[in-house]
């Protein structure tokens, strides 16, 4: 196993969908672990390996015309070249993406850390009162990626899945996160569409919503949670790593 100098494993990041939210990503890993060792030295954080490529298609597109075996090839090819350079485990930061890695060889997946399973647990370790908006993409919806998770009956009395015309909404909002930078004009319609539908909070279903995840704790004001996988897997790498 390749490890780094400090012994533990190597989190390889297959970014680029979207480049803004993978690279905002790789920040906060490199933030949450300066916290966690105190700031003493710069060698004691983790090694990570970053292909970020944004010329993968547009994932919901490819969900809805059903050109999933070219897409898994890609998805395959990148994976294998993260794992190669020496990556123990393999995040991708795009929920949608989760939709082809159910394809990939079981050998591959069992060396990815699956973002789907990640807010399944934070889910399960909310408060029993606590409900969150679903936010995600078309794709994610039309594929029912978290539906299809085992341990989703568990936590489904937790999630509001949003109607049609909400779902249009967000989806109109994801795609603007990919451009613009976080604003409070931006952040207002989820954070608002939270409280409408009686919730507590918002799941990140697509990973755009982790620069809002980090516009919000840049604020340190509070704000309704937001259970984010991405920031899950900055604050428990190292165990994520030795799994």
């Not at 990148?78 to 993406?97: E, F, N």
């Amino acid at each position: 196993m390749t490890t780094t100098a400090s012994g533990s494993g190597v989190l390889g990041v297959l970014g680029g969908m979207g480049p803004f939210a993978s690279a905002g990503f790789l920040q906060t890993v490199y933030e949450v672990a300066a916290e966690q060792v105190g700031r003493v030295a710069e060698q004691g954080l983790p090694r990570c390996l970053l292909d970020s490529d944004p010329a993968f298609p547009d994932r919901t597109d490819e969900i809805r015309a059903g050109r999933e075996a070219e897409f898994t090839e890609r998805l395959r090819l990148r994976l294998a070249g993260l794992l190669d350079l020496g990556a123990t485990r393999v995040v991708v930061p795009c929920v949608t993406a989760h939709h082809f890695i159910g394809l990939l060889h079981p050998a591959q997946r069992e060396r990815l850390i699956s973002l789907v399973d990640l807010v399944v647990d934070d889910l399960a370790a909310s408060g029993e009162g606590e409900r969150f908006l679903l936010v995600a993409t078309h794709g994610t919806r039309d594929a029912r990626i978290f539906e299809q998770a085992a341990r989703w009956p568990e936590v489904a009395r937790r999630v509001v899945l949003p109607g049609p015309a909400t779902q249009d909404a967000l989806h109109r909002l994801l795609y603007r996160l990919k451009w613009e930078p976080v604003t409070a004009e931006l952040a207002e319609p989820f954070l608002r569409l939270a409280g409408e539908h009686g919730c507590q909070g918002l799941i990140a279903g697509c990973t755009e919503i982790h620069l809002l995840t980090r516009w919000l704790r840049a604020r340190g004001d509070g704000g309704p949670r937001i259970i984010d996988p991405l920031l899950t897997v900055a604050t428990h790498l190292k165990t994520l790593l030795a799994a």
